[in-house]
C-alpha cells in the first residue's frame, strides 16, 4: 500500500474509534505510519480525508450486509419471510457494527454546520438507498429504478430508526420479529 492508501485506512480507524470530531491529522498519521504532508498531498485536506474515510466505513458495511456479502443468504420468495430474515441478518451485525452507527449519527449532526461535508455524502446516499432497495427487497435498481428508489427510501427511513433504538437501549430496541409483525399489522385492511 502506498500513503493514500495508508492515510485512508489510518482515517477510518481513527473515525471508529475516537469519532469524527476527535480525529486529529495527528492522530491519522500515528494510525497509518505516513506523514502530516501527506494528507495535503494526497487528499488536499483532513477534512476531505475523513469525508472519504467515512464514505468508505459506511460503503464496507453495506457491502458487508448486502446481498453480496450474504452470498450464502438464500432468500425466501414470501415478501414477509424475506423482511424478516433479512433484518434477522442485520441485526446480527449490530453489536460489531455499533462504530459505524455512531459514527452515522455524529456525521448526521455535523451536516448543518459542513456544507463540504454534506455535499461529499449526498450522492453516495442515494446509492446507498439503492442498495438496501436490493438487499432487502432483491428490488434491481437497473430493472426497476422507481420501484429501487422508494423502496431504498422506505429502508433507509427504517433502518435509521432501528439504528437509533439499538443505540439507545438494545433491550427494547425491535427484533426482526417485531419489525415484521409491526409491518404486518400496518398492511392489514383494518375498514
Wanted: aromatic share 8%; hydrophobic share 40%; glycine share 8%.
Amino acid at each position: 500500500m502506498g500513503h493514500r492508501e495508508d492515510l485512508l485506512e489510518g482515517a477510518k480507524r481513527c473515525l471508529l474509534e475516537k469519532g469524527y470530531a476527535r480525529t486529529t491529522a495527528r492522530d491519522i498519521v500515528a494510525a497509518s505510519g505516513t506523514n502530516l504532508a501527506s494528507i495535503g498531498y494526497h487528499y488536499g485536506s483532513k477534512d476531505a480525508l475523513l469525508h472519504q474515510a467515512f464514505l468508505a466505513v459506511t460503503e464496507e458495511w453495506g457491502d458487508a450486509v448486502g446481498p453480496a456479502g450474504r452470498e450464502e443468504f438464500d432468500a425466501p420468495k414470501d415478501a414477509l419471510e424475506r423482511f424478516r430474515k433479512t433484518w434477522e441478518e442485520v441485526l446480527a451485525t449490530f453489536d460489531s457494527s455499533r462504530p459505524v452507527w455512531k459514527l452515522q449519527l455524529e456525521v448526521v449532526s455535523r451536516l448543518d454546520d459542513d456544507e463540504k461535508l454534506r455535499d461529499a455524502i449526498r450522492d453516495p446516499q442515494a446509492e446507498g438507498r439503492l442498495g438496501l432497495a436490493e438487499a432487502f427487497a432483491g428490488t434491481d435498481p437497473v430493472a426497476d429504478p422507481e420501484k429501487a428508489r422508494v423502496t431504498g427510501l422506505f429502508y433507509q427511513a427504517l433502518l435509521a430508526g432501528v439504528m437509533i433504538q439499538w443505540l439507545v437501549d438494545p433491550d427494547t430496541a425491535p427484533s426482526a420479529d417485531d419489525l415484521t409483525n409491526g409491518l404486518r399489522a400496518v398492511l392489514e385492511d383494518r375498514r
